[in-house]
């Protein structure tokens, strides 16, 4: 295994951990763009993390030092390869990030959630590395329950997940924006995006991976919908599903009008920015990221969530949000395409409650978050730097 030489770095140094999927791999980003403003010139960092995840290529992007490792999955339902990742990917990955954290010597570990964090997070705690395990979810899963035990410090993003955590480890910090989100301009986005500012934009989104329910949902309603609005679809790219294929196909029976207001994008980059400044309504899964992204830049959402999901996060993540009055809530069970249609033709058109949702849901955001991360991780250091 390949190890990223560090020689001799004073300062701070910091090793973040985690990923798997966007929300986790986000704030980790997040907070590394903020650790970078608060240490100009005397921080070193490194990031641990899995070898197929989403993070293992937009990490290295943002030129933070990457360094892959073995990490396996905790999933819900019997499978042969549970036994395989807890008895060989596991103890394989945690004597790598052993290896890597025992040259990067750093000063304390931000682990981000997800099983993708744990083999470092115990490595870290076998070289008696501090450890900060960040929380984003009310509903936190195994992954986090589990290093909550040997974490310093548990830094949540809603105060409902503390009753999940030891007694006086928790501290609410929020949960970080991706800077490259911020600034987005309206107009300039619309320019971008060449779609009309005329008519209002829904954007659907099923996270990195799409959604399948959710795809096909929205392309049996394509022409209703596309009379009145404009849409951007990200679908992801399953080939098992086929659901870009055949999206694209329904596509392509919209008369010409219409087909120029529908467009569909595997997966959004850097034009996400442009999509937020631009889109009067959210569509989608109710992931830790994209509800993060809704309160941050006051964007009204109708989630669907992600039925099964790790401590049914995801339906306590939008449950937060539609009790505030942020969000509108269609449980996938409940979900038809005639049901959506007539959801987002409702909302669309009453503009006044748009307006109430997204300031609803921009006040549930801590707009500082990445800088009471920064400071907790500075205490934490500085507490290691001190003992040793």
Known sequence: ???????????????????????????????????????????????????AGIEARIVPEAHIPYQAISTGKLRRSWSLENITDLLLRFPAGVFQARRCLRAFRPHVLFATGGFVS????????????????????????????????IARRIALTF??????????????????????????????????????????LV?????AQGSHAINRAVGAILPELLTTAQMIHQCGEQPTTGD???????????????????RIIPYVGAELREIYAAADLVVGRAGA????????????????????????????????????????????????PERLRDTIRGLLQDRARLKQMGDRARSLAIPDAADRLVA??????????ERT
Not at 162 to 185: C, D
Not at 203 to 207: E, I, L, S
Not at 322 to 336: C, D, F, H, K, T
Not at 376 to 385: F, K, T, Y
């Open 118 to 149: 744990v083999p470092p997070a115990l490595a870290a705690w076998s070289l008696r590395i501090p450890v900060v395990v960040h929380e984003q979810v009310s509903a936190p899963g195994l992954a986090n329950r589990l290093v909550g035990r």
């Open 244 to 262: 870009r294929a055949w999206l694209e196909a329904q596509a392509q029976t919209l008369p010409e009008p219409l087909r120029a207001r529908y």
């Open 289 to 336: 990221g994209t509800v993060n992204e809704c309160c941050h830049l006051g964007l009204p959402a109708l989630f669907i969530p992600l039925p099964g999901a790790s401590a049914d996060e995801q339906a306590a993540n939008a449950r937060i949000l539609a009790e505030a009055g942020a969000a509108v809530v269609i449980p996938e069970a409940q979900l038809s």
């Open 1 to 51: 295994m390949a190890l990223w030489s560090f020689g001799e770095v004073g300062g701070i140094r910091v090793a973040i951990a985690g990923g798997g999927t966007g929300g986790h791999t986000s704030v980790g980003l997040a907070v590394a763009h903020a650790l970078r403003a608060r240490f100009p010139s005397d921080l070193a960092l490194l990031w641990v993390g899995s070898r």
């Open 376 to 385: 907790l991780l500075s205490e934490v250091a500085q507490g290691r730097r």
């Open 203 to 207: 954007y659907v989104t099923g996270g």
């Open 159 to 200: 105060p409902q997940a503390a009753s999940a955590f030891p007694r006086g480890k928790t501290v609410v910090t929020g949960n970080p924006l991706r800077p490259e989100l911020e600034g987005g301009s309206r107009e300039k986005a619309f320019a971008a995006l060449r779609l009309s500012p005329d008519l209002p």
